[in-house]
Nanobody, 128 residues
Framework: QLQLVESGGGLVQPGGSLRLSCAASGFTLEYYVIGWFRRAPGKEREGVSC????????NYADSVKGRFTISRDNAKNTVYLQMNSLKSEDTAVYYC?????????????????????WGQGTQVTVSS
């Protein structure tokens, strides 16, 4: 069974940090494009960060650039999202998703509909 499981969410004060994990089972993450997305209350799901399968290059939404870092541990079949300098506007449910590479770059514009597998999400709340 192909599955993604996120963990690491929680309540943190503004300026704090969290590290989210996305663990895969049933398939090998390094062969997939892995994206982190989030959905804030009343808003559409948006792409946050992405790591490509070949070479592992990354991309970030402008809103998180310089604060968030995506990485992959192939031995653990896990992708991480390190989130620093968190702001109240980062409050959302965070999801990881996987997609097989295609002819176009899935790390640009974060096309939600083209990601094949999704985790259940983990809540991140930034509040004092």
């Amino acid at each position: 069974q192909l599955q993604l499981v996120e963990s690491g969410g929680g309540l943190v004060q503004p300026g704090g940090s969290l590290r989210l994990s996305c663990a895969a089972s049933g398939f090998t993450l390094e062969y997939y494009v892995i994206g982190w997305f989030r959905r804030a209350p009343g808003k559409e799901r948006e792409g946050v960060s992405c790591i490509r399968s070949s070479g592992g290059s990354t991309n970030y939404a402008d809103s998180v650039k310089g604060r968030f870092t995506i990485s992959r541990d192939n031995a653990k079949n896990t992708v991480y999202l390190q989130m620093n300098s968190l702001k109240s506007e980062d409050t959302a449910v965070y999801y990881c998703a996987a997609a097989l590479p295609r002819g176009h770059d899935l790390c640009v514009l974060f096309p939600v509909a083209e990601y094949d597998f999704w985790g259940q999400g983990t809540q991140v709340t930034v509040s004092s």
